[in-house]
């Protein structure tokens, strides 16, 4: 939902690189990110097709995952923003890429013919905003020493992805290096290299329906987190919310079938068989009996603000040695 750029830069590419691996591999040779026909036939076309899709399907895959949980700046900045970001760094990083590997050659004597294709100076571009804006937080930690947060698991992929291929450091450093220039204004590149408003809203009105998805109606809206773990949370949050608001009025409808009582044996039956057992034929003096349980107004308090009467909630607690959670778990399946 609100990211329908990201899954058409999904859906797209990943389903043209699948049919040219498994069905048209005879039409690869046109998406070949070869850099020996760009500079001696001129072959610029090669710019677009072969920094657009990706002919090896591990690094469609890496890079899918990656745009997926990159969804989130899209949703944040919003669509035209997002592909201004895109669009400036897909063209900054054709020019770095060239450039680098004239230094490569220059500095060190290596001789790149061609590099990996596919949408990847982008997807490492967009790694400098994850890292400075998406903030930080500790799920656990490994043998108490290696934490582990919500921003691990895209770090391994993109190291899963820059040891995918032999010459896929250029377009990574490339892709590093237009993310900083464009997400550090240097030089106003993103005045310069951003989407038009007419663009925007032609696309808008012509592919936004198709890759855009329904929001869902079933459920109370709720504000938008910083992060996808945020996001999760308020869901579960909410969902939380949901169950125990449905178990309250069911609880309540199963009350006044009753007559408003609640049937304690089958709340705490072992303590009830306990009880009877210490009744014989006769009322047991005053010594044996044992002394009330003392019960917290405040637990009391909270119990009452949930739906449950005075009575239930002073019985449950003394039932449950005072134990609010016992005592709210018992009310509400009972």
């Given at each position: 939902?609100k990211?329908p750029?990201?899954?058409s830069l ?52 890496c ?9 989130i ?9 997002f592909?201004?970001?895109l ?11 060239l ?18 294709s ?11 905003p994850?890292?400075?804006?998406i ?10 020493h ?13 190291l899963?992805?820059?040891?995918s291929?032999?010459?896929i ?6 892709g ?9 204004s240097?030089?106003?590149v ?6 038009p ?5 032609l ?17 109370i809206?709720?504000?938008?987190g910083?992060?996808v773990?945020i996001?999760?949370q ?6 939380d ?11 309540r ?8 009582m609640?049937n ?9 068989h306990?009880?009877?057992?210490n009744?014989?034929?006769h ?11 003392e019960v917290?107004e ?6 009452m603000?949930m739906?449950?009467s ?22 509400l399946?009972?």
């Amino acid at each position: 939902d609100k990211a329908p750029l990201s899954k058409s830069l999904l859906l797209v590419p990943s389903a043209i690189s699948i049919l040219l691996t498994l069905l048209f591999q005879h039409y690869q040779k046109f998406f070949a990110y070869n850099l020996q026909a760009i500079k001696e036939n001129f072959q610029i076309w090669r710019l677009v097709c072969g920094r657009a899709i990706c002919l090896d399907l591990k690094d469609t895959f890496c890079s899918s995952l990656l745009i997926y949980n990159f969804r989130i700046f899209e949703r944040r900045y919003g669509s035209r923003k997002f592909s201004s970001f895109l669009l400036g760094a897909w063209m900054l990083s054709a020019l770095f890429d060239l450039l680098l590997v004239e230094i490569a050659q220059y500095v060190f004597g290596i001789t790149i013919s061609s590099l990996p294709s596919g949408f990847l100076g982008p997807v490492f571009a967009l790694f400098v905003p994850f890292y400075c804006s998406i903030p930080r937080v500790q799920v656990t930690q490994v043998l108490g020493h290696f934490s582990i947060t919500n921003k691990t698991l895209v770090y391994i992929l993109g190291l899963q992805l820059l040891t995918s291929g032999s010459y896929i450091w250029i377009l990574a450093l490339s892709g590093l290096i237009s993310g900083i220039c464009y997400n550090s204004s240097i030089l106003k590149v993103h005045r310069i290299l951003c989407v038009p408003s007419w663009v925007a809203k032609l696309f808008s009105w012509t592919l936004e329906p198709i890759f855009s998805s329904a929001e869902p109606t079933s459920e109370i809206r709720v504000g938008m987190g910083a992060t996808v773990d945020i996001q999760r949370q308020q869901r579960m949050e909410l969902l939380d919310r949901q169950i125990m608001m449905s178990q309250v009025a069911q609880m309540r409808r199963q009350r006044q079938q009753q007559g408003g009582m609640i049937n304690w044996n089958r709340l705490f039956p072992p303590l009830r068989h306990r009880q009877n057992a210490n009744y014989q034929d006769h009322r047991p003096s005053d010594q044996d009996t044992p002394p009330p349980t003392e019960v917290s107004e405040e637990q009391v308090a909270r119990l009452m603000e949930m739906g449950f009467s005075r009575g239930d909630a002073l019985e449950a607690l003394r039932a449950s040695n005072n134990d609010l959670n016992v005592a709210t778990n018992f009310l509400l399946q009972h």
